[in-house]
Structures are given as C-alpha cells and as structure tokens.
C-alpha cells in the first residue's frame, strides 16, 4: 500500500493527525472534498490544552506571529457569565487570537514539511473495511478511483460520511438557538466607554457584556482603547442553517435590531459568523479500522472547545496506531483511544450542558443561579478548578495496575525545567519528536537498565529537576504521564512498576525495540 493512514478531512483534527502520523514515521493520505481552504469564517480563536502540546511540538511560536492581534487578557464566557481568570498570575485557561482560516494553514504548511499529502477537492462517497485494510472510494476532479490503506479517520465533520459509514451511532440533542458573533467598528453615533459600554445616538446606552431581553441574548465586548468590538447575539429559531454558508452584515445588525429592540449601527463588519449548537458523542470512536476524531465524534453546545478537543484528539491516536503499523503495539493499544478520548469528550460535555443550564433560562430562577454561579467563581479554588476543566487540563486517564499509583499518573506533564549535562532545557522541547520518554530526575541506573530493553522505541534523559515530586517519570507521545516513581521509591516497586509500564504501553521488549 502506498499510504498507510487516509484521513478524511482537512480542518484543524485532520492537518494535526497527518502531522503526528508524519512524526511517528507513517505516511498518510489527507482527501479533503472542497477544493481550496473555506473563506467562512468559523472559531475566532484557539484555546486550551492544545496550546501547551502545540508548544511541545515547537508549534507554538507560528501560532502566535500568526495571531490577528495580541494574546487577549483571560477572562472567558462560560454559559452567560465570565470566568475572570486576570487575577490570577498563573491562569490554568489561555487563548490565541488565531481564526481557524489562519490555523489550517499553519498546519497545511506543517503537513508540507513532513512530507504528507494533501489532496483538495477529493470527496470520499464509500468506504470499506476487511480484516486487513480499509478502502475509500473518492471522487476527484479528474474522475473516480479508489485507494486503500491500514487504517482510515474521519475528520470529516458534524455530517460525517466516514461516522455513517462505519455505522456509529450519534446520539445526542439539538437545540434551537442560533448564535451570530461579529467584530465591527462603529460610526461616529456610536462611543466605545471607559468602562466598556456602548453610547448609541438616539438609543441610549448599551452594557457591556451580556444583556438578556426577551428576546434573546446581547453580547458586548467593548475597550475604549481598540477601535474593534465583539458583538454575539443569541436567538432561538425554528429554521435551519448551514454552518459553512456565509453570513451578511445584514442579517447581523436584523438579529441585533430584534433581540436589542433598537438598531445598532456599523461601519464595518471585519468577522462575521454563525453557528448553531449541539450536544452529541459518538457512541463508539473506533469501529475496526475506522476511526472518528474531532467534529466527526462529538458535538458540543459552547464556543471555545471543539478545536482544542479535536487536535488533541489526534495527538492521542496517532502514535497508537503508528505502533499497531510498525507491528509493536501491545494488546488492546489502539481501543484505549476510544476509552480515553471518549471520557475526555464526556467531561468537556459535561461543561458544555451546564453552560446550556445556565444561558438558556429567562426567569427570576435563571437569573438567580447564574447571579450565584458568578459569586462562586470569586474564589480562587473555585475558579483555578473551572479554568483547568475548560481548558481540558484536569484530564487524568485511567492508568491500570501499579502504573496508577503515582498522583500524577494519567495527567498531562508538565514543562518542567531541567538541569542536566546538556545544560538547562525543558519537558517540552524534549517533546518535539513525539517519542515516548522516560525521564530520570535522581540518577536512577537501575531504572534506566530496565528501559535499556526498550531503547529503539524510547528516549531516556537523565536530569534533576525542583518541580516534580518523582524519581523518574515515563512520559508517552501525546504528553500524558504513563508511570511515575515516588522520591525514593525503592527498586522492589518502582524497578517492576516500570517495567510493566513500558510493557503496556510500548509493546514486549525485545531485539528490534
């Protein structure tokens, strides 16, 4: 077979997937069915965990002299009120000011470096699977044909042909509201306030942040020192939309003028986009060698996630079907994707009704619990735990067995900052090649003689370090902490731990590991 992997669809999930797959030494197939990068505007911005595994890919920098703007001050909506994290002096929750149009080409560009293909304008209408190999049937522009691969993703969107195919359930609810988010300038008539407000000639003033009419839902978000400002308006509607089709100026100031009650002028609408929401998972994200990612297995009814839920998606199955290829995988490897990105999908889901809880009610009660909700976010225990459960931050997976001992088992590691003979360096650059890696923080030789076995599939890095109460940390592709050794935990465990560790996860040692 010339590929390896297809990937269905070319946004954000699908360019990452082929970047890790490239770095895992697999040559994947991105078919993508429109045939240039959509001009629609869709997510504004990224956010979340994903930034930090970005920075571990060495990603991060493009992403952020490609931003539109500086890196906006955190205080983020969470279903009609804020979590204000600019208190803080270390905010669990960041964002980038960086469209998705901007994003898909930084990465488009990473897939070029790799090495991977990319072909625009290939629809996938058929695909079939066997014991041994998976087969899409593509129409192109210059005709039909068919290629075959080891395994085949859907990243192919809410629609998805690849989840339809396999015949994955999708369950899940729609609800009626219709959110259109502009960034405008105003004319003369309109004054931008110190305070954020809107001085609207002839109407009168408009808070910032959210005014909630009978109507629906005004959003406002307003500095007297940029002469751009965010509007969001929030209606229930009976009529359906496409998300991908464009939105005019037009529309915006009607849907403004009907949930305002009064016109709002504009002088030029520099984003405008529109979206419905929906809370729906995959019931399964692998079905054989079909494999669903991003938008494809789940849905969520909030801004501000999908992206990062995607991406990160793809940085957790792609080395796990790299080792199923390469032939080292160890039992039932490739189907902990699913168990644990479908609980990683489940908790972001789990916020992401709450904020339908809270923003869809219209009475006294309503109110009344997201007046309640904001009071209890002026704690900083309170709000450091709701910034890291938005950011995706606070997922541990389960880690089975002597591997789950350890409190920071199943977590994302952390930058630490090392000190060792090749002088200071970090976690994070250590990550750019997305190998697997055991770092051994107190000169542990008898920890390193038992990964000695597995030397071909992992880097090991000796280094002290004053952040991380461990010995040694074993550390798998996607940044997650796989195994962990106590300060001073004696060889009789940790020796054993690890290596059952190493087993798990990267497969029997042996002459060609």
Not at 111 to 138: K, M, S
Not at 339 to 364: I, N, S, W
Request: charged share 25%.
């Amino acid at each position: 077979m010339e590929y390896d992997v297809i990937i269905v669809g070319a946004g954000p999930t699908g360019l990452m997937l082929a970047c890790e797959l490239r770095l895992a030494g697999l040559h994947p197939l991105v078919l993508e069915r429109c045939p240039r990068r959509r001009d629609t505007p869709k997510a504004g911005g990224l956010g979340g965990q994903i930034l930090e595994l970005l920075r571990y890919r060495g990603l991060l920098e493009r992403c952020e002299a490609a931003c539109t703007g500086p890196r906006p001050a955190p205080r983020f909506p969470f279903g009609g009120v804020h979590l204000d994290l600019t208190q803080l002096a270390d905010p669990p929750l960041h964002a980038l000011p960086l469209p998705q149009q901007q994003l898909e080409r930084l990465l488009e560009d990473r897939v070029g470096e790799l090495g991977a293909d990319i072909r625009r304008g290939h629809q996938v209408v058929a695909v079939v699977q066997d014991e041994t190999a998976v087969t899409a049937e593509v129409l192109s522009p210059d005709g039909p044909y068919r290629v075959t691969a080891r395994y085949l993703v859907g990243c192919d969107g809410a629609r998805s042909r690849v989840r339809d195919a396999a015949g994955i359930a999708f369950p899940g609810t729609t609800y009626p509201e219709v959110n259109r988010l502009a960034q405008v300038t105003f004319p003369d008539t309109v004054t931008v306030l110190d305070n954020g407000d809107l001085d609207v000639g002839g109407f009168g003033t408009v808070p910032g942040g959210f005014t909630r009419t009978d109507r629906g839902l005004l959003g406002v978000g307003a500095s007297s020192d940029s002469p751009v400002v965010s509007l969001y308006t929030t209606e229930d509607e009976t009529g359906e939309y496409d998300d991908d089709s464009p939105m005019s100026t037009a529309e915006f100031q009607d849907s403004v003028r009907r949930v305002l009650g009064a016109e709002l002028p504009v002088a030029e609408a520099i984003r405008l986009s529109r979206f419905t929401f929906k809370a729906r998972q995959a019931e399964q994200y692998r079905s054989g060698r079909i494999l669903l990612a991003g938008d494809a297995a789940h849905l969520f009814p909030a801004t501000g996630v999908a992206i990062n839920a995607g991406m990160l998606d793809a940085v957790n199955l792609a080395w796990k079907v790299a080792a199923d290829i390469h032939g080292w995988a160890p039992d039932g490897l490739l189907d902990t994707y699913h168990d644990e990105r479908h609980f990683a999908g489940a908790r972001t889901m789990l916020h992401t009704r709450a904020q339908v809880a809270l923003r869809r009610g219209t009475d006294p009660a309503a109110d009344a619990l997201r007046e309640v909700f904001q009071e209890l976010l002026t704690d900083e225990q309170a709000l450091r735990r709701m910034g890291a459960f938005v950011a995706g931050s606070d997922i541990r997976y389960p880690m089975a067995g002597s591997s789950g001992r350890h409190p920071w088992a199943g977590a994302f590691v952390p930058d630490l900052t090392l000190h060792g003979d090749r002088g200071v360096t970090g976690v994070g650059e250590l990550l750019h090649t997305a190998r697997p890696l055991l770092l051994d923080l107190a000169d542990r030789e008898d920890l390193r003689r038992v990964a000695a076995d597995w030397r071909i599939r992992i880097d090991v890095h000796t280094a002290k370090t004053d952040d991380f109460p461990a010995d040694a940390v074993l550390i798998r592709p996607d940044a997650h902490i796989a195994w962990a050794a106590a300060v001073e935990e004696p060889h009789d465990t940790a020796a054993p731990a690890l290596h059952e560790a190493l087993g798990r996860w990267f497969g029997t040692p042996g002459p060609n590991a």
